[in-house]
């Protein structure tokens, strides 16, 4: 139980911390794209040391499926660690839109159509993710993201993802993270985008990373 508490925990941090930022800033007007990519990445670096040794610090269902995918993770556990991700997520969702009104609507994910079409927004969501589950499943112990390593390097990550994507996906890479705010502001435009890419491309990072690192996954099964 405690190991669902900080998935729910780390997933609510993230959410109101990140989504926060990008209320926050559109207070102003000025959206501040590097800080805000800045701040995703802290986050998740923060998260990663408070809670990587409880429960891996997934705070992402794409996360949870890829380590099930990569035999490190017990299917029992799958569906409660999703469960409190989204839980996490819309909780922070609520604190948001309860604080900042409609302001809060700014951190729900849409692609920039004037940018990409519907298939591009969902191959960038797709390789975005693919980038970020090719970093942890490399620097990860078992199913567990943990220590200064996985911190820095997934982190670090990110931030570089919400750099290149955040203006013109809103470079999710996490379908907690979309489903919360979605849920909250009643706007499912596009979110399949933001379900379907990351958790598609998190798998895909699986058969990357065992292709260079055959011993990087696929050990006997989880129970």
């Not at 499926?65 to 969702?93: E, H, K, M, N």
């Amino acid at each position: 139980m405690q190991r669902y508490l900080a998935e729910f925990l780390g997933t609510f941090i993230l959410v109101l911390t990140g989504c926060g930022a990008i209320a926050v800033n559109s207070l102003s007007g000025e959206p501040q794209f590097v800080g805000i990519g800045l701040i995703w990445g802290l986050i998740v670096m923060a998260v990663i040391f408070t809670i990587g040794d409880i429960s891996g610090a997934h705070i992402n269902p794409a996360v949870t499926i890829a380590f099930w995918v990569a035999r490190r993770f017990s299917t029992l556990d799958v569906v409660p660690y999703i469960v409190a991700q989204c839980l996490g997520a819309t909780a922070a969702a609520g604190v948001l839109w309860y604080l900042f009104g409609n302001h809060a609507e700014t951190g729900v994910t849409h692609f920039n159509p004037e940018v990409l079409d519907l298939t591009q927004a969902f191959v960038l969501e797709v390789l975005l993710t693919w980038f970020l589950m090719f970093a942890v499943i490399n620097v990860s112990t078992g199913a567990k993201e943990k220590g200064i390593t996985a911190a820095i390097a997934i982190g670090g990550v990110i931030s570089i993802d919400v750099l290149f994507g955040g203006q013109v996906t809103g470079a999710s890479m996490n379908p907690a993270r979309s489903l919360g705010p979605a849920l909250v502001s009643g706007d499912f435009d596009q979110l399949w985008v933001y379900i379907a890419g990351p958790i598609i491309g998190a798998i895909l990072a699986i058969g990357s990373a065992a292709a260079i690192r055959p011993g990087v996954c696929c050990p006997p099964s989880a129970p």
